[in-house]
């Protein structure tokens, strides 16, 4: 079969490409959360989506790399919550740091995706869970950097490896209150942000 032409721009196509690339995403999530991961397929996400597999296959690839952009994406969610976070913080690390804490967690409430892999109750095993245990050092290194950068913007009295071993002990601990909630996003922010400011303190 001859592939159809495209007669459109370089920016409209790219757009369109990126629409229609998140879409099978959603798809994906929604039937993931609702059904399970097993029972999630290239066809059933054709199929849900209203397009061709081959269109699937286009857009994301496999069956695996489908975990793997629905993941990334709601990685890139996160990120984007983090920053804004310190962004409305300038001159306030500690304050970053607690609304980034609070917000991130915020976030994790809200995610279906999310909440499905923690719980492992829907199927969302096989491909999802090695992402974010065995296999999680793309993930874990991407947020890390993230606090990295915005760490580094503010006057702090740590040298690089003990600013590494803030970055790395912080990270560590909003993952785990992410993955299983003690308390209220508010409640776990303002304990952490005790926290950060008493090692600020005595560093």
Known sequence: MVPEQRVDGPAKRT???????????DVAV???????????TITRVAEAAGVARQTVYNEIGTRSDLATEMTMRE?????????????????DVIAGIKQATQDTLELGEHSALLRAIASATTG????FLPLLTTHSAPLFAAVTAVIRDRLSAYEHPFN???LEIVIDAYVRMVLSYLMQPAS???????????IAERVFQLA
């Open 15 to 25: 757009k369109r490409e990126r629409i229609g690339r998140d879409r099978l995403l």
């Open 160 to 162: 690089p490896l003990e």
């Open 184 to 194: 209220t996003p508010a409640l776990t922010a303002e304990s952490l942000a005790w």
């Open 124 to 127: 969302a095993e096989t491909e």
């Open 75 to 91: 990685l890139d969610r996160f990120l984007t919550c983090i920053n804004a976070a310190f962004d409305a913080h300038p001159d």
């Open 30 to 40: 929604e039937l993931t959360v609702t059904e399970g991961w097993s029972a999630v």
